[in-house]
C-alpha cells in the first residue's frame, strides 16, 4: 500500500481540494469517482466538490480507490487506518 503525504502551504485547505490532489498524484479520473461512491449523476458528484459534503465513507472509498488507506496520524506518528470494512 502505497503512503501518499499531500502537502500544502494553505493551513486550512479544503477537502475537496486534497481529494483532487489525490487524484492527481494517483494519475486517478475525477469522473471516475461517481461509480467508486455509487452515485447516479454527475451534478451530485459536482455538489460535493462544490459543497464540501464528504463522509467519512467517502473519504475511505477513495483512498481506496487511489490505493491508499485513511488514517489517523498520532503524534508518536503511529498510524490508525481506516479501512473500508470499517465503515
Do not use: H
Request: charged content about 30%; hydrophobic content about 45%.
Amino acid at each position: 500500500m502505497k503512503m501518499v503525504y499531500i502537502r500544502c502551504e494553505v493551513i486550512a485547505m479544503a477537502i475537496s481540494k486534497k481529494v483532487k490532489a489525490l487524484l492527481l498524484e494517483m494519475d486517478k479520473k475525477q469522473s471516475d469517482l461517481m461509480e467508486v461512491l455509487d452515485m447516479s449523476s454527475k451534478q451530485s458528484l459536482s455538489n460535493k466538490f462544490t459543497n464540501e459534503r464528504w463522509s467519512a465513507e467517502d473519504l475511505v472509498k477513495i483512498a481506496d480507490y487511489c490505493g491508499c488507506k485513511l488514517a489517523f496520524i498520532l503524534p508518536s506518528g503511529e498510524r490508525i487506518a481506516i479501512d473500508i470494512e470499517e465503515t
